[in-house]
């Protein structure tokens, strides 16, 4: 069982975590995490484009010359797509590009991104995050002290606090989200994660779940 440094505010490592990435998810997979990054970005878009067809903008129809006899190229309508004002050959509609994988492929999915960041040594525990008001001076010494400055950052907690998140909503690069509003989108864009002991032990208790329920 692997071990990974627990650290407090000040910096100072003061106790050990036993955590695998299999404890998180049996395997990494790449073509399940590009799926459910793509499901998640395609959900971001609006699909509110649209264009105008030579059907639908301004002029007539009435063809511009005769068919022969002028040494030009043969045209129709001054509305083809081919001629400056007119219009666009293949029209953009407004469409919905949403759509859903299946939930547990989603749940497996954030479960590998974080075992990824375990993996590849992206993931900083601290023993306990709170504040007794939002104080985004407290955030960013706290950050500095854990060598979490330079890089985007992902602060997750084991349920909302508003505190920390307001704490740290003005520092540049740095998300904060609870255990329950983790994906794999999220967890993956920021270089480094930082977990709370007590987040770490709610994602842990979650995977177990998980992989006992398939069992």
Do not use: W
């Amino acid at each position: 069982m692997a071990s990974i440094p627990v650290y407090d505010k000040a910096g100072k490592e003061v106790g050990k975590y036993d955590i695998e990435p299999t404890d998180l998810a049996p395997r990494i997979s790449k073509q399940l995490l590009h799926d459910v990054v793509v499901m998640y970005q395609s959900n971001l878009r609006q699909g509110t484009f649209k264009t105008k067809s030579r059907g639908e903008v301004a002029g007539s129809t009435k063809k511009m010359y005769r068919q022969k006899g002028t040494g030009n190229a043969r045209a129709g309508g001054r509305r083809s797509g081919v001629r400056r004002g007119g219009g666009h050959i293949f029209a953009k509609r407004p469409r919905d590009f949403s759509y859903r994988l299946p939930r547990k492929a989603v749940q497996l999915a954030t479960r590998m991104a974080i075992a990824s960041k375990l993996r590849d040594n992206q993931l900083v525990v601290i023993d306990q995050l709170s504040f007794a008001a939002p104080k985004t001076k407290d955030m960013a010494a706290i950050l500095t002290a854990l060598k979490c400055t330079g890089d985007s950052l992902l602060v997750a907690t084991a349920a909302h606090d508003e505190n920390v998140y307001r704490s740290a909503r003005n520092i540049a690069d740095v998300t904060v989200a609870p255990v329950e509003g983790l994906n794999a989108l999220n967890v993956l864009q920021p270089t480094k994660l930082l977990v709370t002991r007590a987040a770490l032990d709610s994602l842990k208790k979650r995977a177990a779940d998980a992989q006992a329920d398939k069992a």
